[in-house]
């Protein structure tokens, strides 16, 4: 095998296993959660983001679909359905990231941390944005626990300030609250393709 295309061939095979590994509420390997929210109020609920979305079918795996609900207690919040990635629906805002054009799809998630076997409150990002008649969902906190684990940005300078410990089978990125806008920018901006997902509205 051509030892260039082995990460990214790694990267293709690690998603095609998400539904797999993802369907009893664990992460892929690589993932980062982190323990700070994104800085900043959560937007107003958009409307265009609210249903049922399908993605592409991909062999004998189901197709991938997330689902997006008003809160019913909360006027900024979402019912998030991904049962492909989480095993429950999880609370989640959406936050801007104006340096990058783009919106933070966070996510609140519970791991368990290895040492004392407590389950730690953390966050799961994803990058969300409405292309015409799709939704476009990039792997944010995949991108961001290949960035803490490898300490570095591909072939690019080292990543600062992304210190990780172990919440089985994820790491856990020790970051502040204003540093992690910084570095999800960073992960929103070398985000491969093939970690960046299509649905489309289900009718």
Known sequence: MDRAMFPKSWALLLLLLVPFLLGKGEFPMGTAVT????????????????????????????????????????????????????????EGRVVRLNSVDMDVLECSVR?????????????????????????????LSVQLGHMALSGTL???????????????????VVTTEFALADQLVLAAKRVPSYWVMSFEREP
Request: proline residues 11%; without cysteine; positive net charge.
């Open 35 to 90: 323990l700070f929210s994104l800085p900043g109020a959560a937007q107003e609920v958009d409307p265009r983001l609210l249903g049922r979305w399908r993605g592409a079918p991909n062999g004998k795996w189901a197709p991938p679909t997330l689902e997006l609900r008003r809160s019913p207690t909360l006027l900024d919040r979402y019912d998030v359905e991904m049962p492909w990635y989480f095993g429950r629906p999880v």
């Open 111 to 139: 791991v368990r941390s290895e040492d004392t076997g407590l389950l730690v409150a953390a966050r799961h990002h994803f990058g969300i944005r409405i292309e015409g008649e799709r939704l476009m969902l990039s792997l």
């Open 154 to 172: 591909g072939r690019g300078p080292p990543v600062r300030g992304l210190d990780t410990t172990l919440a089985s089978p994820v790491a856990v």
